[in-house]
């Protein structure tokens, strides 16, 4: 048998931090959007924002434009920043394509 | 969207909800957010990764057996097509031997560290790029150029993320300036944007790019690149301008562009997302004048369209590669025409009525756009296809034939200039190239 080894070529992964805990329940929560202004976002994420209050009392759900919106500017660091600072307890970032 | 997460250091998987693409189109039914509620919430609150284990500090070494050499080498082979770090064209195995061969062509350690490709995040090395050009078919010498377009991409200002992941399907043009392009045969002559064997140096240093930009960054199509066409994507497109067909008193790209010396070796990155044609010389009994401003005319027609993804580059980078062949260039020259003038044409008379811009729907994109300067253009009528005449990139190159010019339209933020560093060994690589490969048509180490 002829034995050929070789490099695996997909280059190596550095894990520096984990992913957000997720929250025990959305009542009374303070969720966001992060949105890129694209793909029916502005149809999608309000309805996302009335089924979000409909079925959790007492969740606070920010308008869709609280944050900068756009491809350019949500993957920012001073958009990283403002939700930071907003208090929110998750985000949701919408829409790829 | 894990390429995204994986590339801000986080595991590789998201809390992501996925839908066909026609929920995203206009007018359609987004009846199914109601119906998959839960799933977001779940999201929310219950999600886990299913990321385990870390990947490893190192590369890592595969293996499979074979019957035979020849056995094996299709074993692996298909090994690398099966986990998708093939590009369906047969490769070499990047062997220890193949890559530490390859690697004699850095003046950097093989541990140096270029960064993360974008948007996964894989990290990588001067080896890194040794292996893609090990499976690429490359050699020692052609290294220094793919770790100087490797260094270029990766340039903040490139957005090199978005350009991964768009649906555009842009790919890396690497523009080559300096004796490095006819040493180690870069074409910048006949048929410089294909195959040819005696210039295979852009094809194998392209292929590589692209195997990274696939493996290591991630954009593999339909999952972590969107293009939708792809066009240009096996090898990308790597040549070399002509510097020594340059008309008396024209810089070389290099130095007009990034201000390196004539005769630096570098590389020039420009993105591009289209490659056309324009006959450009006369039919009939034209002046010598007349023949010129004619193909200017139509160069400059092929240029007014309202290229969208070309805003990206509105301000401070590229609508577009004009290529004109050197025997152009010098019958231009004689005729009074510069690098100057020609760009100077070709901005002024590419420019769209807006009324064109609106039957198009193309101010919508001005208006969305993250740039201010680019926003602002909305008011020039007839509006210029980038800020000023320099963005254009002029290149001379291309065979020893006047009929045609070339247009590599452009999604490019940016265009980048990197010094190539070659090894103190590179006159050793030449020669051996040339024991190789035998002398190329114009240039040879060992005659």
Redesign the interface.
Known sequence: ???????????????????AP?????EGRR?GFVSN?Q??AF??LP??KS??EQ?FPGVEVLPIDTFPQ????IGTEKTADLVGKSGVD?V?VG??? | ?KNAV?G??????A?MITFP?D????G?D?GQ??AR?QE??NG??????DFKA????????????????E???V??NNF?LTNL?GDGLPMW????ER?DWILKGSALPRTHMLG??PP?????TV??CA??L??AGGRPEYLPVLVAAVDACFDPST?FD?LQAT?GGPFPAVIVNGPIARQIRVNSGFGLLGPDPQHPAGASIGRALR??QQ??GGALPGVGT?AIFGAMRYTNAVFAEDDEGLPPGWQPHATQRHGFAPGTNSVSVVFASGATNVRRRGAKKETPEEDALNGMWRMADFMRTPNLAALAGWEKGTPGIMMIAPIVARRMAELGWTQNSIREFLWENSKIPMAQMSRAGAPAWIE?D??PVTRESINLDPWPICLKPDNIVLVVAGGGHPTHSYWLQAHSPSVIGRVIRLPETFDELLIQADRDLGCGSDHCAIA
């Open positions: 048998m002829v034995k050929l080894e070789f490099h695996d070529p997909s280059g190596t992964l550095e894990i520096t931090q984990p992913h997720r929250l025990a329940s959305l969720i202004e793909w029916q149809r999608m309805l996302l089924m979000l079925d756009g491809n350019d500017l998750a949701i829409n790829a394509a | 969207m994986s801000l250091g986080l595991a590789p998987d809390a693409i929920m995203f189109l206009p359609s987004i957010l109601k509620k977001i919430y929310l609150t219950h999600w886990k990764s870390a990947a490893p500090a190192k590369s890592t070494m595969l293996c499979v057996e074979g019957a035979s050499y056995d094996a080498l074993k692996a690398l770090w195995p990047a062997t220890r890559v993360k490709f996964r995040g894989g990290l990588t080896e890194t292996v893609a090990a499976m957005v978005q649906s195997l990274m493996n290591v969107m969305i993250s740039n």
